[in-house]
């Protein structure tokens, strides 16, 4: 049977708008009359008027020949022909509502423009009017891969004769002859339905409820019975069979009936304790934990001051050099007293006895250490002077060994005296410990202060890191000096 034929085996009626060039017209003829179909010179009451979307003779046709009373006769572009033959079928005009093209929307979500252009070819050669802007028309499709049209579904979902559709609709809608908006289902609110009954609480609920009370807060001027979680825990207990019948109520309920009912419940619980006397904090009581694992004690290591202050350093040798560096070839003699000298039994037998290695961190010790003086209290115990470790009463200049300067005087330096056991004082000829030596070394090479690079040196401990550090310094130092001199000649 023939695309354009209808039940009856008439041919169905075409009339071509008269502006349309006439190559095209001639080609639409041909295809229509090969099918079975039939062109008008009029339009017909009942058939299809071809037109060119978008000109002013297809506004005109509209304007003149849409009619309630011929539903039946529609406006289609002219490219409706080829549509059909492709399809081989006469598309439907579904998208129609008494003799008006439903108006749609595409939405930008949609942003192929082939996948536009062939959706809205489709819209038109079944009725519908693709033109529409989104405020006046009835269904916006759209990308529903996208999060846009969750939130058109939700904007519109209130406002009737608006359907928000996927753009695979439109297709659906052709292949099944018909048009078919997307249903909405029901969604329960939530909540009891009008008439229906709730579940009633029993004896045997409140029984189990005081059991459960019971058990996790025995004693009520703990707190907590009318908490959520006690309840929340109770509910949670559905998991094991011997809870079954907690699925009867939700926590809520099982919470308000206790909250309302405190006063009965509270007489059955404590019939319940006084039978099993459960004793405070035993396990399995709400709001009792498990204690913390104690964290063992840590051991903080002291150093020895007898290795913090070398007796080089005690005994400041460095201070007889000038502030130039310049020892002028001489050695600062110094004169100990024989009780100054101490044995070397003597001095690590009173370093172990009065510098112990370790000692055990007490408590709470390490969040006192490093208090601050406020206002007019006392400073804290590690501001205070440390009394003498050795218990001796001397002054500490006393313990200083006498330093004698002679660099002033190169040539009045005395002869070194013997000592001889037995005299009062023993005089002791102490040449540069060889760390000073060095320090005085790269003082003099480098042309700085014995004070500048010795306090580099304590800082870092490595001599050979001292020497390079200076090194540079006077390099620097040099070239700076030598662009001066360059500005200076220029001018």
Same mark, same amino acid.
């Given at each position: 049977?023939?695309?354009?034929?209808?039940?009856?085996?008439?041919?169905?009626?075409?009339? $071509?708008?008269?502006?349309?060039?006439?190559?095209?017209?001639?080609?639409?003829?041909?295809?229509?009359?090969?099918?079975?179909?039939?062109?008008?010179?009029?339009?017909?009451?009942?058939?299809?008027?071809?037109?060119?979307?978008?000109?002013?003779?297809?506004?005109?046709?509209?304007? *003149?020949?849409?009619?309630?009373?011929?539903?039946?006769?529609?406006?289609?572009?002219? +490219?409706?022909?080829?549509? *059909?033959?492709?399809?081989?079928?006469?598309?439907?005009?579904?998208?129609?509502?008494?003799?008006?093209? $439903?108006?749609?929307? $595409?939405?930008?979500?949609?942003?192929?423009? @082939?996948?536009?252009?062939?959706?809205?070819?489709?819209?038109?050669?079944?009725?519908?009017?693709?033109?529409?802007?989104?405020?006046?028309?009835?269904?916006?499709?759209?990308?529903?891969?996208?999060?846009?049209?969750?939130?058109?579904?939700?904007?519109?979902?209130?406002?009737?004769?608006?359907?928000?559709?996927?753009?695979?609709?439109?297709?659906?809608?052709?292949?099944?002859?018909?048009?078919?908006?997307?249903?909405?289902?029901?969604?329960?609110?939530?909540?009891?339905?009008?008439?229906?009954?709730?579940?009633?609480?029993?004896?045997?609920?409140?029984?189990?409820? *005081?059991?459960?009370?019971?058990?996790?807060?025995?004693?009520?001027? +703990?707190?907590?019975? +009318?908490?959520?979680?006690?309840?929340?825990?109770?509910?949670?207990?559905?998991?094991?069979?011997?809870?079954?019948?907690?699925?009867?109520?939700?926590?809520?309920?099982?919470?308000?009936?206790?909250?309302?009912?405190?006063?009965?419940?509270?007489?059955?619980?404590? +019939?319940?304790?006084?039978?099993?006397?459960?004793?405070?904090?035993?396990?399995?009581?709400?709001?009792?934990?498990?204690?913390?694992?104690?964290?063992?004690?840590?051991?903080?290591?002291?150093?020895?001051?007898?290795?913090?202050?070398?007796?080089?350093?005690?005994?400041?040798?460095?201070?007889?050099?000038?502030?130039?560096?310049?020892? @002028?070839?001489?050695?600062?003699?110094?004169?100990?007293?024989?009780?100054?000298?101490?044995?070397?039994?003597?001095?690590?037998?009173?370093?172990?006895?009065?510098?112990?290695?370790?000692?055990?961190?007490?408590?709470?010790?390490?969040?006192?250490?490093?208090?601050?003086?406020?206002?007019?209290?006392?400073?804290?115990?590690?501001?205070?002077?440390?009394?003498?470790?050795?218990?001796?009463?001397?002054?500490?200049?006393?313990?200083?060994?006498?330093?004698?300067?002679?660099?002033?005087?190169?040539?009045?330096?005395?002869?070194?005296?013997?000592?001889?056991?037995? @005299?009062?004082?023993?005089?002791?000829?102490?040449?540069?410990?060889?760390?000073?030596?060095?320090?005085?070394?790269?003082?003099?090479?480098?042309?700085?202060?014995?004070?500048?690079?010795?306090?580099?040196?304590?800082? *870092?401990?490595?001599?050979?890191?001292?020497?390079?550090?200076?090194?540079?310094?006077?390099?620097?130092?040099?070239?700076?000096?030598?662009?001066?001199?360059?500005?200076?000649?220029?001018?």
């Amino acid at each position: 049977m023939p695309i354009f034929q209808d039940e009856n085996s008439l041919a169905v009626k075409f009339f $071509i708008q008269k502006d349309i060039p006439q190559e095209i017209q001639a080609e639409l003829c041909e295809t229509i009359t090969s099918l079975g179909g039939r062109v008008e010179s009029k339009v017909p009451r009942q058939g299809y008027i071809l037109v060119q979307p978008g000109t002013a003779e297809e506004e005109r046709l509209r304007l *003149c020949w849409t009619s309630p009373d011929r539903p039946e006769r529609h406006f289609v572009p002219y +490219t409706y022909v080829e549509a *059909c033959k492709i399809a081989g079928m006469l598309l439907k005009q579904i998208f129609v509502e008494n003799g008006i093209p $439903i108006k749609m929307h $595409i939405h930008p979500s949609i942003a192929n423009v @082939n996948a536009r252009a062939a959706l809205s070819q489709r819209i038109m050669h079944s009725g519908g009017d693709p033109t529409a802007s989104p405020q006046s028309a009835r269904v916006l499709l759209a990308d529903p891969n996208t999060e846009v049209f969750q939130h058109l579904v939700k904007s519109y979902q209130g406002v009737p004769d608006k359907y928000i559709e996927s753009y695979l609709w439109v297709k659906k809608c052709v292949e099944k002859g018909a048009l078919v908006y997307t249903p909405l289902v029901y969604k329960n609110p939530g909540g009891r339905r009008p008439g229906e009954e709730r579940t009633q609480f029993t004896e045997e609920d409140e029984e189990r409820l *005081c059991q459960w009370i019971a058990t996790k807060i025995p004693y009520k001027e +703990t707190g907590g019975r +009318t908490g959520n979680r006690l309840y929340q825990q109770l509910c949670e207990m559905t998991v094991d069979p011997e809870y079954a019948w907690v699925t009867r109520h939700t926590w809520q309920s099982w919470r308000e009936r206790y909250k309302k009912n405190s006063v009965r419940l509270d007489k059955m619980i404590a +019939t319940i304790v006084d039978q099993k006397k459960p004793a405070h904090g035993e396990k399995g009581q709400y709001g009792y934990v498990r204690k913390a694992e104690e964290k063992p004690k840590r051991v903080r290591k002291k150093r020895d001051k007898a290795t913090e202050e070398p007796f080089h350093s005690e005994e400041q040798i460095i201070a007889g050099i000038n502030i130039n560096g310049n020892m @002028n070839g001489a050695l600062p003699i110094v004169i100990l007293t024989p009780d100054q000298i101490p044995s070397r039994s003597q001095a690590s037998t009173s370093a172990i006895s009065a510098h112990p290695d370790e000692e055990e961190m007490e408590d709470g010790e390490e969040s006192e250490e490093w208090q601050v003086r406020i206002g007019d209290q006392p400073p804290p115990p590690w501001g205070k002077r440390k009394a003498s470790e050795d218990g001796d009463s001397e002054p500490h200049a006393a313990k200083k060994a006498r330093l004698i300067d002679l660099s002033s005087h190169p040539d009045s330096y005395p002869p070194p005296i013997p000592f001889v056991p037995g @005299n009062e004082q023993a005089v002791v000829q102490v040449s540069l410990h060889c760390i000073d030596q060095a320090i005085c070394d790269i003082a003099n090479e480098y042309r700085f202060t014995v004070q500048e690079v010795k306090e580099f040196y304590d800082k *870092c401990g490595e001599m050979e890191r001292t020497r390079t550090r200076f090194h540079k310094m006077r390099e620097l130092l040099s070239s700076i000096e030598g662009g001066v001199g360059d500005n200076t000649n220029g001018l």
